[in-house]
């Protein structure tokens, strides 16, 4: 599986963890469908669940006139996604640009119309002040 379809299965997982509570096993069962399990989604899972409090904590201190829970669930669970990539990811060799443009081009397939731009701009703040 290539690294952008595994950051989109783990998009999906994610998501689905957030808005239903279901177990980690599960959500990735449901992305997967019948498709052989990704060393790399899991990876990417798991990592956003074991670190979300830091990784929430990062996101709040750059949202002006936003609370997390105010962001759409696809944007929150994008930019726990790529922060966690940013922050954790150098052991994958992802580089951070490359952690932001992949954000940004699953925003824009996942998000609203804004949704591209508003990852983008919260993922350089994180970037400049690392």
């Not at 990784?55 to 944007?75: G, P, S």
Request: hydrophobic letters at 40%; aromatic letters at 6%; charged letters at 30%.
């Amino acid at each position: 599986m290539k690294r952008r379809t595994a950051r989109e299965k783990a998009l999906q997982a994610l998501f689905q963890i957030d808005i239903s509570d279901i177990d980690k096993e599960t959500a990735i069962e449901h992305v997967l469908e019948g498709e052989k399990s990704d060393p790399y989604l899991t990876k990417l899972v798991d990592g956003v669940l074991n670190n979300q409090v830091s990784i929430d904590e990062t996101i709040k201190q750059y949202l002006e006139n936003w609370t997390l829970e105010r962001i759409a669930n696809v944007d929150r669970n994008i930019l726990r996604l790529a922060t966690y990539e940013m922050i954790y990811g150098q052991a994958d060799d992802v580089p951070v640009n490359v952690a932001i443009d992949e954000a940004v081009e699953i925003a824009k397939l996942y998000g609203d119309d804004q949704s591209g731009r508003f990852v983008n701009g919260l993922l350089s703040k994180i970037k400049e002040n690392q």
